[in-house]
């Protein structure tokens, strides 16, 4: 019973739960008369996401308005979150994405401080994390998906983008196309597997340490009739808990906003390469020039030219 407790303040909801013991509950609009008490209208989760939204605006508007004006950030309000904007630019877009990362930095700034917002919204009593929900981790990841597509086939066309989930194979073309008929397939859902293994990662990660607060929390009022001594005791121990684990979620909320932004970064990265090699690649081969190997795994390419190994097929 104190699991399905814990269970359900963690989930989406269409009643705002403030207090339990009050009794304190407020209705979201929309349709209740759906099967299995789900109805379409707001969520406890939409409300949360809007809120995340709206407070991001609320700080980065005026921000941008300074730094356009040419006005240098002042104080340490100001410098912390213009710190946070070029950290994401310079330590995770540069180094994984490369030349024109600055194309694609807004959206890993946007992801980031969306992610990281509704993280710590689940710090704050009564709230919680959008992000414990896997139907936003989901939406989320979809979104980075079609990032890399989107982003692959207007750079290098669509030719380049389906061809650099082939990997390069040195052997005749009779033995090349049952190989490639075989591993074309595994790569491109590989892509798929990622960024569906990025939400489910996220969703994991704030769901299981809201789930370990709950269940503690709990604790208390399934004490409440056994006596006083045991009653406080168990009350001051899940305080102390609560309050070591919540340093805990602290450092795992900043943690998992930096690792789905550093990860879809390493994603669109490592396509992007791929799909550069198979477009430069196909006109080498026409040329005589080089060869191009190209890794299915781990995101690294090497370019062979004549001078590295003599045998072309």
Same mark, same amino acid.
């Given at each position: 019973?104190?699991?399905?407790?814990?269970?359900?303040?963690?989930?989406?909801?269409?009643?705002?739960?403030?207090?339990?013991?009050?009794?304190?509950?407020?209705?979201?609009?929309?349709?209740?008369?759906? $099967?299995?008490?789900?109805?379409?209208?707001?969520?406890?989760?939409?409300?949360?996401?809007?809120?995340?939204?709206?407070?991001?605006?609320?700080?980065?508007?005026?921000?941008?308005?300074?730094?356009?004006?040419?006005?240098?950030?002042?104080?340490?309000?100001?410098?912390?979150?213009?710190?946070?904007?070029?950290?994401?630019?310079?330590?995770?877009?540069?180094?994984?994405?490369?030349?024109?990362?600055?194309?694609?930095?807004?959206?890993?700034?946007?992801?980031?401080?969306?992610?990281?917002?509704?993280?710590?919204?689940?710090?704050?009593?009564?709230?919680?994390?959008?992000?414990?929900?896997?139907?936003?981790?989901?939406?989320?990841?979809?979104?980075?998906?079609?990032?890399?597509?989107?982003?692959?086939?207007?750079?290098?066309?669509?030719?380049?983008?389906? =061809?650099?989930?082939?990997?390069?194979?040195?052997?005749?073309?009779?033995?090349?196309?049952?190989?490639?008929?075989?591993?074309? $397939?595994?790569?491109? =859902?590989?892509?798929?597997?990622?960024?569906?293994?990025?939400?489910?990662?996220?969703?994991?990660?704030?769901?299981?340490?809201?789930?370990?607060?709950?269940?503690?929390?709990?604790?208390?009022?399934?004490?409440?009739?056994?006596?006083?001594?045991?009653?406080?005791?168990?009350?001051?121990?899940?305080?102390?808990?609560?309050?070591?684990?919540?340093?805990?979620?602290?450092?795992?909320?900043?943690?998992?906003?930096?690792?789905?932004?550093?990860?879809?970064?390493?994603?669109?990265?490592?396509?992007?390469?791929?799909?550069?090699?198979?477009?430069?690649?196909?006109?080498?081969?026409?040329?005589?020039?080089?060869?191009?190997?190209?890794?299915?795994?781990?995101?690294?390419?090497?370019?062979?030219?004549?001078?590295?190994?003599?045998?072309?097929?």
């Amino acid at each position: 019973m104190l699991f399905a407790d814990a269970f359900s303040h963690v989930l989406d909801t269409m009643d705002w739960h403030i207090s339990d013991w009050l009794h304190w509950h407020i209705p979201m609009l929309g349709s209740h008369s759906w $099967p299995q008490g789900k109805g379409f209208g707001l969520t406890k989760y939409c409300v949360l996401m809007t809120v995340a939204a709206v407070l991001i605006c609320w700080v980065y508007i005026p921000l941008a308005k300074k730094i356009r004006t040419g006005e240098a950030p002042t104080g340490l309000f100001w410098n912390f979150f213009e710190f946070i904007l070029t950290f994401i630019r310079d330590n995770i877009a540069k180094p994984y994405i490369g030349k024109e990362a600055d194309r694609y930095v807004p959206y890993l700034w946007t992801v980031f401080l969306f992610v990281l917002t509704c993280n710590l919204l689940g710090m704050i009593p009564f709230l919680g994390s959008p992000t414990a929900s896997f139907s936003v981790t989901l939406v989320l990841a979809t979104g980075t998906y079609i990032l890399i597509t989107v982003s692959s086939i207007m750079r290098f066309g669509w030719k380049a983008h389906l =061809m650099s989930f082939a990997p390069h194979m040195d052997m005749p073309l009779a033995m090349k196309i049952p190989l490639w008929m075989i591993l074309w $397939p595994i790569e491109f =859902m590989g892509l798929l597997l990622k960024c569906f293994v990025l939400a489910v990662r996220l969703f994991a990660n704030v769901f299981a340490g809201h789930m370990v607060l709950a269940t503690i929390l709990l604790f208390i009022p399934a004490v409440k009739h056994t006596g006083e001594g045991l009653f406080w005791g168990v009350t001051v121990a899940s305080v102390v808990v609560v309050t070591a684990m919540s340093l805990l979620e602290l450092f795992v909320a900043f943690l998992q906003a930096y690792l789905f932004t550093f990860l879809t970064a390493l994603f669109l990265g490592g396509v992007l390469e791929h799909a550069e090699h198979a477009a430069h690649g196909d006109h080498h081969h026409d040329a005589g020039e080089e060869d191009v190997h190209v890794h299915a795994e781990g995101g690294t390419a090497h370019a062979h030219g004549p001078s590295a190994h003599h045998h072309h097929h």
